[in-house]
């Protein structure tokens, strides 16, 4: 099975639930943000339409962090899910400057959210992101692997059900059937994520 998502922007409110599920799901440090929300406003008050943009990796076909990888740290699994070892990479930031989607993060430090001194929480869950290390969403592959049935943090968390997670061509054929697209597709990466557009009074 390759996987993927689909986001549908009409049904997304922009409350950064996924976000901050995400945040808790994998205790990621200061500035490690493995999924956002972007928000975009067209017109001029009192007519203006706002989307919300829910961003992550987009875990691509042709992904040019893997490309531009001097070690082999980011790899691609058979799955489609592109990955970090953590052992392997150097801190480059090769992957950071090629990937066009901003959806890598640098970890500079060892300090948490309140200094030097780490909570409990932040003891458990900081050894996998070490100090010099990229770190990126990675669809929780960890869930995937546990296979105990648990859906993606950001899937579970979203209130309006905005996000689906499954096989990959499942996904694309409904994202072309309702004139779904894939952000950047002039890139020529081909995400794994399909967003469907927010039309209005349709």
Request: glycine share 8%; proline share 6%.
């Amino acid at each position: 099975m390759t996987y993927g998502m689909l986001i549908d922007l009409k049904k997304c409110i922009g409350c950064h639930a996924c976000a901050v599920a995400c945040k808790e799901a994998h205790g990621t440090p200061p500035k490690v943000t493995r999924a956002h929300v972007e928000i975009e406003y067209v017109g001029e008050y009192p007519d203006v339409r706002m989307t919300a943009y829910p961003m992550l990796c987009m875990h691509c076909e042709n992904a040019p962090c893997v490309e531009v990888c001097p070690t082999g740290a980011s790899f691609k699994r058979e799955d489609g899910i592109v990955a970090i070892n953590k052992d392997e990479c150097i801190g480059c930031k090769s992957c950071m400057s090629a990937c066009p989607y901003g959806a890598r993060y640098y970890r500079e430090d060892e300090n948490g959210y309140f200094g030097e001194t780490l909570n409990e929480y932040e003891e458990i869950m900081y050894p996998t992101m070490p100090k010099g290390t990229v770190d990126k969403c990675t669809f929780c592959a960890d869930r995937i692997d546990a296979g105990d049935g648990r859906v993606q943090a950001c899937v579970a968390a979203c209130p309006a059900g905005a996000r689906v997670f499954g096989e990959l061509d499942d996904l694309r054929s409904q994202a072309e059937a309702a004139e779904g697209f894939q952000l950047l597709s002039e890139e020529g990466t081909n995400p794994s994520v399909w967003y469907l557009p927010k039309k209005v009074n349709a």
